[in-house]
């Protein structure tokens, strides 16, 4: 963790440490879901620029994190995964990639930075072992 991460989660309530940069998968879908914190510039406005007309919506009651957009239906899940793809954000989707790399509706996707991956791979561990 480098010296502004360690500033920005200071500013991280205690129960969302854990979560900054990864997310859980959000309550329905199709949806595309992220961290409420994270420490990639922008982050917030650009996920909810790609929710397009859906508002985000925190979800997770007992760890108010996270953030998810409902989309219509696959097509506009689909919109708002290809808008979130160019962002280079952390981010995920019920939908997922096929073995083209085409996004569908089979599965969660997700595109996580290493360091969004090594998150919420520990926030896993955690959540397991709980």
Known sequence: MNANETIY???VPNVCQKYINGA???PSGPSCFSSLYSTIANHNATFSTCCSNAKPEIYDDDK???QYCMAGDF??????YECLKKS???????G???EAG????AGPARNLSLGGALVV??????VLSV
């Open 24 to 26: 859980i998968n959000p």
């Open 96 to 98: 997922t990639r096929d």
């Open 102 to 105: 085409n996004f569908s509706d």
């Open 9 to 11: 989660s200071a500013n």
């Open 75 to 80: 097509v506009a899940e689909k919109a708002m």
């Open 88 to 94: 280079n954000i952390n981010f995920g989707c019920t």
């Open 121 to 126: 791979g520990l926030a896993l561990v955690g």
């Open 64 to 66: 108010p994190c996270f």
